[in-house]
């Protein structure tokens, strides 16, 4: 009987050492597995949600997915990456379609070095121009400026309104600097403010990303090398240049301009000439007007009707004067009507006069002067408000 009783109470400490030691092993096990790879920060994916495809759709489809893969190892800080085997002419092209669609990498170097390995891929190594902390922070920031931006933005407008919303925004808080560090990026537009026109068109193309409107950066001349938006609208393609709509005035101060909001390919190459960068990329035809700003605002000249004009300046100049707005505007569609106009009410000062009266029923409002621009054939009309 004793026998039987110690046998099984050795019986039972052996199996309480088993357990005890089954459950220290399956702690030590735990602790030493390998910890589950942390998914891409919301930051870089939030970057990655403000994109075009503007580019990657004019893409040969055996170019689409080496794209894809580069576009991923940014997003991952990843420097390394092997693609699908491609000449350096496509891998160059490649390169620029994703600058291009992706305003929101901010980290992506122009710079990059590639080579052919041994197992049928090429292999790129590209440049990122920041440290992780650095995305980190600039990326934060961004977003911040972002949604302050947009925040009285409603997404119930159309999208012609939220376009002209973004870019008054834009023309109102930067200040064109060629010795800001971020001029050529979002960065420097959105969130430092101080860029030039590759800035101001990077800033333009990502807000409207955001609303969830196609908008890409063309570059080329104006004068100088130039760049600024290609705009798409339902089926239909518009161009704004929100640098050339940001005016100085000699006394050193500046107004809103929307000369070049929503413009036809007629309009702009008066001023602009696309450049041909040697990869082939189209560019569609903008030769609509349903969205142009002095067509849906009614500021559109079509005749030599100097009364009619004259009405017309009048009522702007009180809708101006209601709203507090320091400058408006009026456009002559053709150069015809232009030059009868404005030798027949510009040049005498009628046009001066009409607003001249209509301001001194306000007090505190004083009309300043006018500037015109033979160009675009627009007069801009300024005016002053007492605090």
């Keep these: 009987m004793r026998t039987r009783m110690r046998k099984k109470s050795m019986l039972l400490i052996v199996v309480m050492i088993i357990a005890c030691l089954f459950m220290t092993s399956c702690s030590y096990i735990k602790l030493q597995l390998p910890e589950e790879k942390k998914p891409i920060l919301e930051k870089y994916t939030w970057a990655n949600e403000a994109n075009s495809t503007y580019y990657f759709n004019q893409l040969d489809e055996k170019l689409k997915k080496p794209y894809k893969d580069i576009v991923n190892a940014c997003l991952s800080l990843t420097e390394k990456v092997d693609i699908d085997r491609v000449s350096g002419d496509e ?10 669609d992706y305003p929101g990498i901010l980290w992506l170097g122009n710079s990059y070095t590639f080579m052919k390995n ?9 440049q990122f121009t920041m440290t992780k902390d650095q995305i980190d922070t600039a990326l934060t920031k961004l977003n911040q400026s972002t949604t302050a931006l947009l925040q009285d933005i409603s997404p119930k407008l159309p999208d012609d309104e939220k376009v002209l919303l973004a870019h008054d925004k834009l023309v109102e808080t930067i200040t064109y600097d060629l010795q800001a560090a971020n001029q050529r990026n979002v960065y ?5 403010k101080k860029a030039t026109c590759e800035g101001y068109a990077k800033a333009l193309q990502f807000l409207l990303l955001k609303m969830g409107i196609e908008s890409t950066v063309v570059y080329g001349e104006a004068n100088e090398p130039h760049a600024w938006n290609l705009v798409r609208l339902g089926k239909d393609y518009y161009w704004v240049d929100a640098t050339f709509d940001d005016r100085d005035l000699q006394n050193g101060g500046k107004y809103l301009s929307r000369e070049y909001m929503l413009i036809t390919d007629q309009q702009l190459f008066r001023t602009h000439t696309i450049s041909k960068d040697g990869t082939n990329w189209e560019i569609p035809k903008c030769d609509k007007q349903e969205y142009n700003y002095f067509v ?4 559109l000249v079509k005749d030599t009707n100097v009364k009619a004009v004259q009405k017309l300046v009048r009522a702007q100049a009180q809708k101006a004067i209601r709203e507090r707005t320091p400058a408006f505007q009026i456009q002559f569609e053709t150069n015809k009507i232009a030059e009868v106009l404005v030798e027949s009410s510009v040049q005498n000062g009628l046009l001066d006069n009409t607003i001249f009266i209509e301001a001194s029923k306000y007090k505190g409002v004083t009309y300043t002067g006018r500037t015109y621009e033979a160009k675009t054939n627009v007069i801009t009309f300024l005016l002053e408000y007492k605090k």
């Design 91 to 100: 891998l160059s092209k490649v390169m620029v379609a994703i600058m291009r």
């Design 118 to 126: 041994i197992v049928g891929k090429t292999s790129v190594k590209l």
């Design 188 to 192: 420097g537009g959105i969130v430092e």
């Design 296 to 299: 849906k605002n009614g500021t």
